[in-house]
T-cell receptor, first 110, second 113 residues
Framework: TQLLEQSPQFLSIQEGENLTVYCNSS?????LQWYRQEPGEGPVLLVTVVTGGEVKKLKRLTFQFGDARKDSSLHITAAQPGDTGLYLC??????????FGAGTRLTVKP | KAGVTQTPRYLIKTRGQQVTLSCSPISGHRSVSWYQQTPGQGLQFLFEYFSETQRNKGNFPGRFSGRQFSNSRSEMNVSTLELGDSALYLC????????????FGPGTRLTVT
C-alpha cells in the first residue's frame, strides 16, 4: 500500500503544453520532496517544501504544498522534451523517515 | 563536491548466490539509505544507517542486510538471491538523519537469472 498516491500514473503530451501532476496522502508530512528520475539513473532532487501552503518556483516548474501538508502538486509550464522522466514525490514524517509515491511517468513529444 | 557513488553499476547473478553492493555518500553526509526500485512496486525503502547504526528498516526479509563503516560508506548484502530480487538498488545520502533532502546515487542494476 502506497502512503502517497500520485496521479496520473502516465502522462503523454506535446511540447509546449502545460501539465499538473498530483501527490496525495491521508497522512500529514513534515516535509515533501519532488524528484525527477531518468531511465537507468537515480532520482534527482528538484525541491523540498516544508510549510503548508508553500509555493516554490524553479524556472518553468511550480511546486505547491497543501495547506494541511497532506498533498502537493507540480505544475510544468510549456513542457519540453527534456522534462521527460519519472516524477516522484516523497513525504517525510516527524522523524524525517521518507516514503515515496509510485511516480508519474511523463513523456513530452517534440 | 562529488555526488553519491555506487559500485558496481551492473551485476548479473544466479539464483542462490549472494551479492554485496557498495555506496559512498557525499562527503560529510552521515546518513545512508538503501532502496529497491522495480517497475511493479516502485521505490521501496530497505534500511537507513546513521553513524554506523541501523536507524530504520523497511519490510524486507532477513536475506537483505547492510552495514555502515566509520567513514560513512555503506554496503548492502543480499543472500540466497531469488529471481524477484532483480531490481535497481539505489543508495541515498543526507547530512544527518533529521535532514530533509536526500541525494541519490546512480544505482546498481541487479539481474538475477
Amino acid at each position: 500500500t502506497q502512503l502517497l498516491e500520485q496521479s496520473p500514473q502516465f502522462l503523454s503530451i506535446q511540447e509546449g503544453e502545460n501539465l499538473t501532476v498530483y501527490c496525495n496522502s491521508s497522512s500529514v508530512f513534515s516535509s515533501l520532496q519532488w524528484y525527477r528520475q531518468e531511465p537507468g539513473e537515480g532520482p534527482v532532487l528538484l525541491v523540498t517544501v516544508v510549510t503548508g501552503g508553500e509555493v516554490k518556483k524553479l524556472k518553468r516548474l511550480t511546486f505547491q504544498f497543501g495547506d494541511a501538508r497532506k498533498d502537493s502538486s507540480l505544475h510544468i509550464t510549456a513542457a519540453q522534451p527534456g522534462d521527460t522522466g519519472l516524477y516522484l514525490c516523497a513525504g517525510g514524517d516527524n522523524n524525517n523517515d521518507m516514503r515515496f509515491g509510485a511516480g508519474t511517468r511523463l513523456t513530452v513529444k517534440p | 563536491k562529488a555526488g553519491v557513488t555506487q559500485t558496481p553499476r551492473y551485476l548479473i547473478k544466479t539464483r542462490g548466490q549472494q551479492v554485496t553492493l557498495s555506496c559512498s555518500p557525499i562527503s560529510g553526509h552521515r546518513s545512508v539509505s538503501w532502496y529497491q526500485q522495480t517497475p511493479g512496486q516502485g521505490l521501496q525503502f530497505l534500511f537507513e544507517y546513521f553513524s554506523e547504526t541501523q536507524r530504520n528498516k523497511g519490510n524486507f526479509p532477513g536475506r537483505f542486510s547492510g552495514r555502515q563503516f566509520s567513514n560513512s560508506r555503506s554496503e548492502m548484502n543480499v543472500s540466497t538471491l531469488e529471481l524477484g530480487d532483480s531490481a535497481l538498488y539505489l543508495c541515498a545520502s543526507r547530512f544527518r538523519a533529521a535532514s530533509y533532502e536526500q541525494y541519490f546515487g546512480p544505482g546498481t542494476r541487479l539481474t538475477v537469472t
